[in-house]
Every structure is written in C-alpha cells, then in structure tokens.
C-alpha cells in the first residue's frame, strides 16, 4: 500500500470545533500562524525516525498507513503543549491514546511492529538464464528487514 502524509484536516477530525477553533486562534502573536502544520511537520518526523532507515520512502513526509493513526495521535498531544491553559486539553483517554502510540512507535523500530516499506520493489531480470525475478506487489519491513510478498 503507498504511503501517505497527514493533513491539518485528519487532525482536526480527532479534536472538537472548539478545540478546532482553539489552535488556530489561541494567544496568536501578531503575525504568528496556526500551530498545525508545524506540529505535523515535527510529527512526520518523529515518526519516520523510529522507521528502519531500509525501510523509508524517500519522501520525507510520507509515513506508511499503519502508522497513520498513530501519527494524529502524536500531532494532538503536540498541539496540547501549544495550548497548555488553552481550549485543547490532554484528557485522561487522550494521554492513553498517546502512551498507546509512543509504544507501537518503538516496537515498530525494534521490529516487533510491522510497517509497509516505502522502498519501490524493482524487478529484475537475469539475462544469463532468461529467467525473470519479480518482486511481487508488496513489501513489509520486518526488523529492519525487507520482505518480499508474493
């Protein structure tokens, strides 16, 4: 499955309209923007960084869908650091849910959590016997490992 990045508009799905509307106005400075893109720039990284090197897309803000969920998870409490005394608050769950996801976060870099690859599998040819070697349709890192699904 292809990688994808998050959006200000996932993040917002997981947050109430006055949460919403917290972010993007909360002790804005004169000329200081909506905290949003930044906390999902920081999170996209943090994220990949705990992604086996072998494994990376080489687009830096594409992260594998397995990891999506866990991503918007990490932007929130992101966000909730911004807006400490502010309209968006760390509840009880949501601390939970963050915990939850730092967690599949370092399994997935000791491997014990498995991401779809970034890296494209090539097919390749050997021109001494004619016989073709594919890759099929899919790859999973494990450990740090590409595998191969046929």
Same mark, same amino acid.
């Given at each position: 499955?292809?990688?994808? =990045? /998050?959006?200000?508009?996932?993040?917002?799905? $997981?947050? %109430?309209?006055?949460?919403?509307?917290?972010?993007? =106005?909360? @002790?804005?400075?004169?000329?200081?923007?909506?905290?949003?893109?930044?906390?999902?720039?920081?999170?996209?990284?943090?994220?990949?960084?705990?992604?086996?090197?072998?494994?990376?897309?080489? @687009?830096?803000?594409? /992260?594998?869908?397995?990891?999506? @969920? +866990?991503? /918007?998870? /990490?932007?929130?409490? &992101?966000?909730?650091? $911004?807006?400490?005394?502010?309209?968006?608050?760390?509840?009880?769950? $949501?601390?939970?849910?963050?915990?939850?996801?730092?967690?599949?976060?370092?399994?997935?870099? $000791?491997?014990?959590?498995?991401?779809?690859?970034?890296?494209?599998?090539?097919?390749? +040819?050997?021109? +001494?016997?004619?016989?073709?070697?594919?890759?099929?349709? %899919?790859?999973?890192?494990?450990?740090?490992? #590409? &595998? #191969?699904?046929?």
């Amino acid at each position: 499955m292809a990688w994808l =990045t /998050i959006i200000s508009s996932d993040v917002e799905a $997981r947050l %109430s309209g006055p949460e919403v509307t917290a972010v993007q =106005t909360y @002790d804005l400075a004169n000329g200081q923007s909506d905290p949003l893109p930044e906390a999902i720039a920081l999170t996209l990284a943090e994220v990949r960084g705990y992604i086996p090197i072998n494994c990376l897309d080489p @687009d830096t803000t594409l /992260i594998p869908p397995s990891l999506r @969920d +866990t991503a /918007i998870i /990490i932007a929130v409490e &992101k966000l909730s650091g $911004r807006l400490s005394g502010g309209g968006l608050i760390m509840t009880d769950n $949501r601390r939970a849910s963050f915990e939850v996801a730092i967690q599949r976060l370092r399994d997935t870099a $000791r491997g014990q959590y498995h991401v779809e690859s970034g890296v494209a599998v090539v097919a390749a +040819t050997d021109i +001494t016997d004619s016989d073709n070697i594919t890759g099929g349709n %899919s790859a999973m890192c494990y450990g740090g490992e #590409l &595998k #191969l699904d046929f």
